[in-house]
């Protein structure tokens, strides 16, 4: 299986993706990249929320949104259909892009 986790910015700034093996690893990779985040209190326990619910064999995905930012994990691999149109957004400050898998 393969889980995605995402921060997105609802156009504002370019989103972020990364997939693993489990909710877990996708978890792990996400809280990694938002260690210089000033809002980072606000999306880890959102991240922690959705690989918990993740965990039920009938949930597919989760998603957390408030303002102009959300957090999702997916049991899928990661779409890159948009990633050409977000490429040029700019980086959200102190996220960490370099493990994305749309980096």
């Known amino acids: ?3 995605t986790a995402s921060l997105y910015f609802l156009g504002k700034y370019r989103p972020a993706y ?10 792990r ?11 980072r209190d606000w999306f880890i326990p ?4 959705g690989a918990a619910e ?3 064999r009938d949930c597919e995905s989760v998603s957390h949104e408030h303002g102009c930012r959300g957090v ?7 779409d890159p259909f948009l990633d050409d149109l977000t490429r040029s957004l700019p980086a959200y ?8 898998v749309n980096a």
């Open 29 to 39: 990779l996400a809280y990694a990249a938002l260690d210089n985040c000033p809002d």
């Open 46 to 49: 959102r991240l922690q929320q």
């Open 54 to 56: 993740l965990r039920n």
């Open 1 to 3: 299986m393969t889980v």
């Open 18 to 27: 990364w997939s693993a093996k489990s909710a877990v690893d996708a978890f």
């Open 93 to 100: 400050p102190g996220l960490d892009y370099s493990q994305c």
């Open 72 to 78: 999702m994990l997916a049991k899928r691999p990661h």
